[in-house]
């Protein structure tokens, strides 16, 4: 093979094979809200069986679009989450609620509370463990029972 290789009998070989220009991802913008009540237990739903992380354990949200909508009234922003998709990038704002908007209770998969303490068993994508982790940071807890403190 050496002997029919151009870039070998030019010194070139190095430079081969040459990687295709990576394309630009296109970026989408959404909201995760998380909501925790008095008895450590947080606001959760399963996304579709069929699609994109399909059946796992999410934040209720927004959906994710091309354009920034800016933050819902509903909360605190608690920081942003970055997620790169195979065909897309995710900016996912994480806010903390007191109760979930009702924009996001209509036309939504139903929610359901779990314990705080419970949800390393769920079936949580990173992108949403993430989440999670930030918004935890973000709200103060009590030494004693891990709750909110108001």
């Not at 606001?43 to 069986?49: E, G, H, I």
């Not at 065909?87 to 929610?111: R, S």
């Not at 463990?129 to 009590?142: E, F, M, T, Y």
């Amino acid at each position: 093979v050496r002997t029919c290789c151009v870039a070998a009998r030019e010194g070139q070989q190095t430079r081969y094979p040459v990687r295709a220009p990576k394309r630009d991802s296109p970026v989408r913008y959404g909201e995760a809200y998380y909501v925790e009540d008095a008895e450590a237990r947080v606001l959760v739903r399963s996304r579709p069986a069929k699609g994109l992380l399909g059946g796992m354990t999410e934040l209720p949200g927004t959906a994710w679009t091309p354009e920034e909508a800016g933050q819902q009234k509903a909360g605190r922003l608690a920081g942003r989450v970055k997620h790169v998709f195979t065909h897309f990038t995710l900016m996912l704002d994480v806010i903390v609620c007191d109760a979930l908007p009702d924009t996001i209770t209509q036309h939504e998969q139903p929610c359901r509370w779990i314990a705080k303490a419970a949800l390393s068993g769920e079936a949580l994508p990173t992108l949403m463990r993430n989440a999670i982790d930030v918004a935890q940071k973000a709200v103060p807890q009590s030494s004693e029972t891990g709750a909110w403190v108001s």
